[in-house]
């Protein structure tokens, strides 16, 4: 038996952002290629180890900012010191909840927390804020933002903050990608684009108003997104 609508049976209904990215986007240049082979390769535990591992650590320093930003309020408030000693103890309660943590984890979170509230662009961001939203799930239509010819499709996702600034929104998304030194800032918007457009496209269907979008990078700085 063959259905009259084959193509329809191979679609997807629910997706993620990062499904419908790494279907949109092209590999970035500086993409590994692994090669798997017999040959044991046994790691070194992290309790031995003073490097920082890319997934843990992004989940770690999501969460970090997750917490901050929540406090932004008070924190913004304090004097320098103060703000010294709120950011010690955010770690030592990250350290808490995270045991895993190596002592090279500890520094980068430190140092990733200096570099973003030195940020011009993230503080003129946060001066003018109404309200911070963090790490906020959604589920949209995938038709209804554009991203498929099917009313079944949807795509779901969590946008890291949400700013509320004088009627409209502004998004921004934190990366903790090491970048390659030879590429530029267009380089580092192209490579997001894709999870970006879904991100302003999602909100503004939602919230019926006009979102912007930022890229926040540890290692680098802010990149607003164009549409």
């Not at 030879?182 to 997001?192: K, N, P, S, V």
Request: include cysteine; hydrophobic fraction near 35%; charged fraction near 30%.
């Amino acid at each position: 038996y063959q259905y009259h609508s084959p193509k329809k049976t191979r679609v997807v209904h629910k997706e993620s952002v990062t499904e419908i990215k790494r279907k949109n986007d092209m590999p970035p240049d500086d993409a590994k290629v692994i090669r798997h082979s017999r040959q044991v390769n046994l790691k070194e535990p992290n309790f031995k180890r003073d490097r920082v591992e890319a997934p843990i650590f992004g989940t770690i320093m999501h969460e970090v900012m997750m917490h901050l930003l929540n406090d932004w309020d008070a924190f913004s408030v304090l004097e320098e010191a103060d703000r010294e000693e709120y950011i010690g103890r955010l770690i030592e309660n990250t350290e808490d909840s995270e045991t895993f943590l190596t002592d090279a984890h500890v520094r980068k979170i430190h140092e990733n927390v200096i570099r973003f509230i030195s940020d011009e662009t993230m503080m003129g961001l946060l001066e003018k804020q109404k309200q911070i939203h963090t790490e906020i799930p959604f589920i949209m239509n995938q038709h209804a933002i554009g991203y498929s010819e099917y009313g079944s499709q949807i795509v779901q996702g969590i946008m890291d903050c949400l700013l509320e600034i004088d009627g409209h929104y502004t998004i921004i998304d934190y990366k903790t990608d090491w970048i390659p030194p030879m590429f530029t800032e267009q380089d580092l918007r192209d490579r997001y684009r894709t999870q970006m457009d879904i991100y302003r496209r999602s909100a503004e269907k939602a919230l019926g108003t006009e979102v912007t979008v930022y890229l926040y990078f540890f290692s680098y700085g802010a990149i607003k997104v164009e549409d």
